[in-house]
Structures are given as structure tokens and as C-alpha cells.
């Protein structure tokens, strides 16, 4: 089983920045695909950044040229570094990671963006 373990989010004002990480464990394969869903109360799970096997990277529009999905050499954490947060970026954010033979979610962690 994977397990994903999520760090980085917090509380930030408009304009500041944050990191987020997220730890794969459970085995020794490289993902297919990582990204990063957000999620505001009362909405559907979005997909902010995706990043596939080769190096391909997508973003929701909203944060693009702000914000910048990466991972380490072995496929196993993904990174997710956050610039020029607005209040509308504020929600939970997910780690999504997929393998072959299943798709697996992160706890989420909260980002907070004061005005």
C-alpha cells in the first residue's frame, strides 16, 4: 500500500509564497503521474499541477507563471512551490500520485492566502 505524506502548507499573505512537499512510501516503482488537486468547501477536487513521466508539466490556468510542480530523480516526491498566492488560491491541497495499478490521495494539507 502507499502511503503519501503532505507538508508545506500554512498561513500566508497575499503576494507571499509557500512549498508544498509530498512523500511517497510503500514501494520502489516510479509514478506514472503527480499532481496537485485543491479543493474549497462546497466545490469539486481541481487539479492545480501535473507533472507525467516525461517531465511534461500542466497547470490550471489560474497559476500559471506562480506556480511550479517538481520531483526528485526517483519518482518519489513531488513538490509543489507556490508564488504570488492570491485569497482565491487558499483551499486544501491534495497530493495525487498514480501507478499502474492504483491511485493513490495524500491526507491534504491547508493553504490559507490573507488579503
Known amino acids: 500500500q502507499v502511503e503519501l505524506v503532505e507538508s508545506g502548507g500554512g498561513l500566508v499573505q497575499a503576494g507571499g509564497s509557500l512549498r508544498l512537499s509530498c512523500a511517497a512510501s510503500?514501494?520502489?516503482?516510479?509514478?506514472?503521474?503527480q499532481a496537485w488537486y485543491r479543493q474549497v468547501p462546497g466545490t469539486e477536487r481541481e487539479l492545480v499541477a501535473a507533472?507525467?513521466?516525461?517531465?511534461?508539466?500542466r497547470y490550471l490556468d489560474s497559476v500559471k507563471g506562480r506556480f511550479a510542480i517538481s520531483r526528485d530523480k526517483a519518482f518519489k516526491t513531488t513538490w509543489l512551490q507556490m508564488s504570488d498566492l492570491k485569497p482565491e488560491d487558499s483551499g486544501v491541497y491534495y497530493c495525487?500520485?498514480?501507478?499502474?495499478?492504483?491511485?493513490?490521495w495524500g491526507q491534504g494539507t491547508r493553504v490559507t492566502v490573507s488579503s
Open positions: 510503500g514501494t520502489d516503482l516510479a509514478a506514472n503521474v
Open positions: 507533472i507525467v513521466g516525461g517531465g511534461i508539466t
Open positions: 495525487n500520485v498514480k501507478y499502474p495499478w492504483g491511485n493513490f
